[in-house]
């Protein structure tokens, strides 16, 4: 994977803080960003493709 996400894909907080991550969408490879928060509280997130996940 050669991109990152910079930002939460469900907050949009910068990813900076240890414990952020970053992953490809399942369906269609994009960037996808958790922050720590988001991350620990199951916020959902939706993919620029469609693609939800908790």
């Known amino acids: 994977m050669s ?4 930002v939460c894909t469900s907050s949009g ?3 900076v803080d240890k414990g ?3 992953f490809p969408c399942p ?8 922050s ?3 991350r ?3 916020v959902a997130y ?6 939800q996940g908790p």
């Not at 369906?27 to 958790?34: F, L, Q, S, T, Y």
């Not at 939706?46 to 693609?51: A, D, H, P």
């Open 3 to 6: 991109e990152r996400a910079t």
């Open 13 to 15: 907080v910068p990813l």
């Open 20 to 22: 952020s991550t970053t």
């Open 27 to 34: 369906a269609c490879g994009e960037p996808i960003g958790r």
């Open 36 to 38: 720590p928060r988001c």
């Open 40 to 42: 620990n509280q199951g």
């Open 46 to 51: 939706t993919c620029t493709c469609g693609f």
